[in-house]
């Protein structure tokens, strides 16, 4: 799978498809420094100020992780006739970003977040803003600035809602009405309790709290959660509905069914700006081809690897392709199981309603004729499970020559194939007791065999499941290698 995503990601360079940011830009500013003492003026820490950053937060930063991605991004926000404004522009179009249609408020200061930190301990926050609802002629304005920048025919618009003031709920109507005539999808980053003013808009990506706030349950109630999130999708006519769980990874919630994508971070140090990644990455993907599931796999990857810095910090394309290569190696050695593991995958794919495929053998010495096998038995179902016979049973089976290679090795190689989804070793005479524990949808042998000789086939049938026979290459097997070779 991995392979596709960094398909993908190698194609958001140069890509013609451009995305438009439409929401709340402000300046993240970090005071960075030491505390080693307590102030005797009051019972405060001293920091001692080492180093001042400032950086795109809000929607801007949505826009640095597009950018960071290598995509064409423009946005569309609100800044204060102030330094702070000039500074943040200046940000966002070092970025890359076009920032022409950016709007400035005489009314109302530029969005600041002032976060002073000693290590990775934020210490105090400090924001300028104004609570102050837009006017109606800024209003028009931004609705303006919007339909100049749509004429450029974005491939997806993403609405970045901090509620501080840009999306109010007719602006985001009206721009969600605009897109569908334009056919141009939209997600949005929710805020508030109320999310009617998001009805008709693509998908939306809220966090866990942000989703039991709107459906008014308890956040601990993981499963009345997801089922008032999935009625939410169905209110709002959303095409996919994305919950981000933090440690717990995100739920897609679609039309069919109810899938958890686990978290990938190793360390999480700051998980500020979290949100902004995911929702630009999945934009990305989205826009580039890729499935609802497949693009929040890319987003909760690049997401792992954000919350392992300090701040508010985009993702790059070269550290989101070093992650994935870094983890499709990784998730090719996790494809070898035990029981309790393969027990644990199955109970996952189970519930999320895939159809399981077994398969067995000794794989001795792979061949084309058995990598032409496997992906044609990976075809009857959504996940495989290749059940690998151990030294000892291949020993049994072949003779005291056999294996060639040995188990560890024999099923590191298998663990390789894009079409082996989870490989287990078993010592017994036959696979039965593994086929038991499993119970899956189909079994799948070489046509070399009847339906009434598959182990496990009539077991299979038992519970609804099939027996599938799938044609062999002839003229390849290990034995005619190993005669080549002269073994």
Same mark, same amino acid.
């Given at each position: 799978?991995?392979?596709?995503?960094?398909?993908?990601?190698?194609?958001?360079? /140069?890509?013609?498809?451009?995305?438009?940011?439409?929401? =709340?830009?402000?300046? *993240?500013?970090?005071?960075? /420094?030491?505390?080693?003492?307590?102030?005797?003026?009051?019972?405060?820490?001293?920091?001692?100020?080492?180093?001042?950053?400032?950086?795109?937060?809000?929607?801007? +930063?949505?826009?640095?992780?597009?950018?960071?991605?290598?995509?064409?991004?423009?946005?569309?926000?609100?800044?204060?006739?102030?330094?702070?404004?000039?500074?943040?522009?200046?940000?966002?179009?070092?970025?890359?970003?076009?920032?022409?249609?950016?709007?400035?408020?005489?009314?109302?200061?530029?969005?600041?977040?002032?976060?002073?930190?000693?290590?990775?301990?934020?210490?105090?926050?400090? *924001?300028?803003?104004?609570?102050?609802?837009?006017?109606?002629?800024?209003?028009?304005?931004?609705?303006? +600035?919007?339909?100049?920048?749509?004429?450029?025919?974005?491939?997806?618009?993403?609405?970045?809602?901090?509620?501080?003031?840009?999306?109010? *709920?007719?602006?985001?109507?009206?721009?969600?009405?605009?897109?569908?005539?334009?056919?141009?999808?939209?997600?949005?980053?929710?805020?508030?309790?109320?999310?009617?003013?998001?009805?008709?808009?693509?998908?939306?990506?809220?966090?866990?709290?942000?989703?039991?706030?709107?459906?008014?349950?308890?956040?601990?109630?993981?499963?009345?959660?997801?089922?008032?999130?999935?009625?939410?999708?169905?209110?709002?006519?959303?095409?996919?509905?994305?919950?981000?769980?933090?440690?717990?990874?995100?739920?897609?919630?679609? *039309?069919?069914?109810?899938?958890?994508?686990?978290?990938?971070?190793?360390?999480?140090? =700051?998980?500020?700006?979290?949100?902004?990644?995911?929702?630009?990455?999945?934009?990305?993907?989205?826009?580039?081809?890729?499935?609802?599931? =497949?693009?929040?796999?890319?987003?909760?990857?690049?997401?792992?690897?954000?919350?392992?810095?300090?701040?508010?910090?985009?993702?790059?394309?070269?550290?989101?392709?070093?992650?994935?290569?870094?983890?499709?190696?990784?998730?090719?050695?996790?494809?070898?199981?035990?029981?309790?593991?393969?027990?644990?995958?199955?109970?996952?794919?189970?519930?999320?309603?895939?159809?399981?495929?077994?398969?067995?053998?000794?794989?001795?010495?792979?061949?084309?004729?058995?990598?032409?096998?496997?992906?044609?038995?990976?075809?009857?179902?959504?996940?495989?499970?290749?059940?690998?016979?151990?030294?000892?049973?291949?020993?049994?089976?072949?003779?005291?020559?056999?294996?060639?290679?040995?188990?560890?090795?024999?099923?590191?190689?298998?663990?390789?194939?894009?079409?082996?989804?989870?490989?287990?070793?078993?010592?017994?005479?036959?696979?039965?007791?593994?086929?038991?524990?499993?119970?899956?949808?189909?079994?799948?042998?070489?046509?070399?065999?009847?339906?009434?000789?598959?182990?496990?086939?009539?077991?299979?049938?038992?519970?609804?499941?099939?027996?599938?026979?799938?044609?062999?290459?002839?003229?390849?097997?290990?034995? +005619?290698?190993?005669?080549?070779?002269?073994?």
């Amino acid at each position: 799978m991995n392979s596709q995503l960094i398909d993908t990601v190698r194609q958001f360079t /140069g890509s013609k498809k451009s995305i438009l940011v439409i929401g =709340d830009v402000m300046l *993240d500013r970090y005071l960075m /420094g030491n505390v080693n003492r307590i102030s005797p003026e009051a019972p405060v820490p001293v920091v001692l100020l080492k180093q001042s950053e400032d950086r795109a937060g809000g929607a801007a +930063n949505v826009a640095a992780n597009l950018s960071g991605l290598g995509l064409n991004t423009e946005i569309i926000g609100c800044i204060g006739d102030d330094v702070t404004g000039k500074i943040l522009t200046q940000i966002i179009a070092d970025s890359g970003i076009g920032v022409a249609n950016i709007m400035t408020s005489k009314l109302r200061p530029t969005v600041s977040k002032t976060r002073v930190m000693s290590g990775n301990q934020q210490i105090v926050r400090i *924001d300028d803003e104004s609570a102050a609802a837009f006017s109606v002629e800024e209003n028009q304005q931004l609705l303006n +600035n919007v339909a100049q920048a749509l004429n450029n025919k974005p491939a997806m618009v993403i609405l970045s809602d901090y509620a501080k003031g840009v999306l109010s *709920d007719s602006t985001c109507k009206a721009i969600i009405e605009h897109c569908k005539h334009l056919n141009i999808p939209v997600i949005a980053d929710p805020k508030g309790r109320d999310y009617g003013k998001y009805k008709g808009a693509s998908t939306l990506t809220p966090n866990k709290k942000e989703t039991a706030e709107a459906c008014g349950v308890d956040i601990n109630e993981t499963e009345a959660l997801l089922h008032a999130a999935e009625q939410l999708k169905n209110q709002l006519n959303l095409d996919f509905l994305a919950v981000t769980r933090g440690e717990e990874g995100i739920s897609l919630i679609d *039309d069919k069914q109810i899938q958890h994508i686990p978290a990938t971070a190793k360390k999480v140090f =700051d998980v500020s700006g979290a949100g902004d990644t995911v929702i630009a990455t999945l934009a990305a993907g989205l826009a580039h081809g890729l499935n609802p599931h =497949d693009a929040l796999q890319l987003a909760n990857i690049a997401a792992g690897i954000v919350v392992g810095k300090v701040g508010t910090v985009p993702v790059s394309k070269a550290e989101l392709l070093k992650a994935l290569v870094s983890e499709d190696g990784q998730s090719q050695a996790d494809k070898i199981c035990d029981g309790t593991q393969l027990a644990e995958l199955v109970s996952r794919w189970k519930a999320n309603q895939q159809k399981i495929v077994f398969t067995n053998g000794c794989f001795d010495l792979l061949h084309a004729g058995h990598v032409t096998y496997l992906e044609a038995a990976k075809k009857t179902g959504d996940k495989l499970i290749l059940g690998l016979n151990t030294d000892r049973s291949v020993s049994a089976l072949k003779g005291p020559t056999r294996p060639v290679v040995h188990e560890g090795d024999r099923a590191r190689v298998l663990a390789a194939l894009a079409s082996v989804d989870a490989v287990i070793l078993f010592d017994e005479d036959t696979p039965l007791q593994l086929i038991d524990a499993i119970r899956p949808d189909v079994i799948v042998k070489g046509d070399d065999y009847t339906e009434d000789q598959v182990v496990g086939g009539t077991e299979v049938k038992s519970w609804g499941g099939s027996v599938k026979l799938i044609p062999l290459v002839q003229g390849r097997s290990t034995s +005619n290698i190993i005669k080549k070779l002269g073994a």
